[in-house]
Nanobody, 125 residues
Framework: QVQFVESGGGLVQEGGSLRLSCTAS????????MGWFRQAPGKERQFVAS????????EYADSVKGRFTISRNDAKATHYLQLSTLKPEDTAVYYC??????????????????WGQGTQVTVAS
């Protein structure tokens, strides 16, 4: 069983930045690809970004491409989502997730088996 501790969410002004962190317990972190999803009130969960097990492949939703950056540090069993040039429409609960599709950077939520508890990001205009 893998569990995650998420941190880094908060309230930020439009145009500001945040860095979300997701630290995994367990020893299989470096065998998994990782992703971030978000869910705004009244909306469906949305893919944000993902990174393959070796970090060589990254995928981004069109809405965040060029503004968000996903990365991972296997030594710390942690992956990150750097959020820059934030917009009010980025307001959501952000969830980290882990997939066993090591060689890929899945964009579909059903490819992910482990999920964090979520961290709130609020962007004020």
């Amino acid at each position: 069983q893998v569990q995650f501790v998420e941190s880094g969410g908060g309230l930020v002004q439009e145009g500001g930045s945040l860095r979300l962190s997701c630290t995994a317990s367990g020893s299989i972190f470096n065998t998994m690809s990782m992703g971030w999803f978000r869910q705004a009130p009244g909306k469906e969960r949305q893919f944000v970004a993902s990174i393959s097990g070796n970090g060589g492949i990254t995928e981004y939703a069109d809405s965040v491409k060029g503004r968000f950056t996903i990365s991972r540090n296997d030594a710390k069993a942690t992956h990150y989502l750097q959020l820059s040039t934030l917009k009010p429409e980025d307001t959501a609960v952000y969830y980290c997730a882990a997939s066993l599709y090591y060689a890929d950077a899945p964009v579909m939520g059903d490819r992910y088996f482990y999920w964090g508890q979520g961290t709130q990001v609020t962007v004020a205009s």
